[in-house]
């Protein structure tokens, strides 16, 4: 495939737009959170709606105002600076969105730990990125990888399907940094394996079905 190409599956697939989808993956397959999708809509919309401005919007709007205030020099080519500055504006965002859903009732616990593993993996991410240039788009489609596997121990169920997808996207867009040279191996491996790792693990030892 072409630069294009690799080019579009990365943005396709950027960082920013992991935890929406990780979010809908937990809302449809946990049995013990909220009701069907068929007889109430809104909760789907809600959730979904508030993890995508908090974590897509949000740092949209403020990244593009650091660079029109002049704090970083590039969004889309960003130096390691500048990816210090955006991940660490990111990451209160994403803490904004835990704290939204810190109150939710115990039948939504998958729901706030998933959040719970994403703010663990942004700050890991933002330690890490200060010795290496870790890909985060590594970490993204780590963490939905990560997601799917906790979800199958924490529910109990066959999620083949669900874990397929993620670890083609997984090979995707790890295949787009490496191809557009934006990354070496090891920055790609370490970020899978911060994703992977931190959504697996909370789930594991942070989620208890009734």
Same mark, same amino acid.
């Not at 105002?65 to 969004?75: H, Q, T």
């Not at 810190?102 to 706030?112: G, I, M, V």
């Given at each position: ?56 919007? /949000?740092?949209? @709007? !403020?990244?593009?105002?650091? %660079?029109?205030?002049?704090?970083? +020099?590039?969004? $889309?080519?960003? =130096? ?11 990451? /209160?965002?994403? @803490? !904004?969105?835990?704290?939204? %859903?810190?109150?939710?009732?115990? +039948?939504?616990? $998958?729901?706030? =730990? ?11 991410? /933002?330690?890490?990125? !200060? ?15 990560? =997601? ?63």
């Amino acid at each position: 495939m072409g630069k294009k190409i690799w080019t579009f599956i990365s943005y396709l697939f950027h960082p920013a737009i992991m935890p929406t989808l990780g979010t809908f993956v937990v809302l449809w397959n946990d049995p013990y959170l909220f009701i069907p999708l068929e007889a109430n809509v809104e909760p789907w919309v809600i959730v979904l709606g508030v993890v995508f401005i908090c974590t897509y919007v /949000l740092p949209l @709007i !403020l990244s593009f105002s650091l %660079f029109k205030m002049g704090r970083i +020099s590039s969004i $889309s080519h960003p =130096t390691e600076n500048d990816r210090h500055i955006l991940l660490g504006f990111t990451s /209160l965002c994403f @803490i !904004l969105v835990y704290y939204s %859903f810190h109150n939710f009732p115990s +039948s939504a616990q $998958s729901l706030k =730990t998933f959040m719970l593993g994403i703010n663990i993996s942004i700050i890991t991410t /933002l330690i890490t990125s !200060l010795f290496t240039k870790v890909s985060f788009h590594s970490v993204g489609v780590g963490g939905l990888l990560g =997601t799917v596997i906790g979800l199958m121990q924490y529910t109990h169920t066959n999620m083949f399907t669900w874990l397929a997808g993620a670890f083609a996207l997984v090979i995707l867009t790890a295949l787009a940094r490496y191809k557009l040279k934006a990354h070496e191996a090891f920055e790609i491996y370490l970020g899978l394996i911060i994703g992977i790792a931190t959504q697996a693990l909370v789930f594991f030892f942070h989620t208890h079905p009734a």
